[in-house]
């Protein structure tokens, strides 16, 4: 189905005091089955009614997003969870009190009120309170549930800036609320705590060490961080192999001792200028200099790892619109924060290569 034709309005926010007017238009907007998006602390979400079925097959629409890929529901606070989820153990309590608001979502048995659309069949709901002052006011104005996954094109790297979600789709939503780069740069980690022991099915901005602090074991799902040799080759779930992020030209993600990596990219360089390709670098900042054959993004600095999630997503979309031929990335450790950043960089690479 071909997304409808919308009229977008673009609206700058403040986060320090998200205006009451502005705030007041999108929030029925919201609430009467239009698309909203917002900013969260993570990335920028596009935003549907969640009781409202119609609304929420919008978003697959303007998104072309595949069907059978839930969404998570967003909510304003935690007492609301009850609205949407069945019941809550005290695993999930604790988790709940640590990290929401926060980067976490958790997956709860769903009441069956919910579209199928949200949950695309299952009897579990993922839910998610945001720590962002724009999103929280939107959601208190709506009053209803939000459905929403990242405001981007499916396949696209999910936006970090207004200016993201405007060019994936404007004219395909009613309403985009910008209010600059957002904090955490990498999506919220999901995590299934139906069970005793939380799982965690997407790694995100909150990290398997917090997890464990806060309720004493954590486990990660097998292929979870974008590694499907340790799911036997095979995900858990066709949703883990899904492509995601991936930019329009090859990208060989290189993974390994530093140096060792720089090598192997600097080698691959070389091959491809005898070719005559034009080759992009994403590089930390530590190495870009080494690379001086090819056109070098950088996506943060290793000594920072909040600041690989940060620049991660921005880094994709600016080395794809250099019109390289093929891009090659040097990977980083997989400890904390950097699981996200490597589980996003696998997912959108043509080939791992492990040295
Ligand atoms: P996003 O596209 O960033 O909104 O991603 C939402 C993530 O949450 C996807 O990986 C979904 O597969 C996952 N998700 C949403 N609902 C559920 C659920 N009920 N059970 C398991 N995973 C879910
Ligand atoms: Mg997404």
Known sequence: MTAKQRNTVYQHVSVAGPEPEIIGRAGPVLREGGLVAFPTETVYGLGANALDAGAVGEIFTAKNRPADNPLIVHLERKEQVYNVALKINRTAEKLMSAFCPGPLTLVLPGRSNLPVEVTAGLNTVAVRIPDHPVALALFREAGVPVAAPSANLSG????????????????????????????????STVVDVTGDIPLILRPGGVTPRQIEETVGSVELAPGAAGNYECAGGKPLSPGLKHKHYAPSVPMFLVEGITENAVKVIMKFICEYKEKGKDVGVLS????????????????????????????????????????????????????????????????????????
């Open 284 to 355: 930390p900042e530590e190495s870009a200099h080494r690379y001086s054959n090819a056109k070098v993004v950088e996506y943060g600095s290793k000594k920072d790892p909040a600041s690989m999630a940060v620049g991660l997503y921005s880094a994709l979309r600016e080395i794809d619109s250099l019109g390289v031929d093929i891009i090659l990335a040097e990977g980083i450790g997989s400890e904390e924060i950097e699981l996200a950043v490597m589980d996003r960089l696998r997912r959108a690479a043509d080939k791992v290569i492990k040295i």
């Open 156 to 187: 696209r790297p999910s936006p970090t800036t207004g200016e993201h979600v405007l060019e994936d789709l404007k004219g395909k939503v009613d309403m985009i609320l910008d209010s600059g780069p957002v904090g955490v740069g990498v999506e």
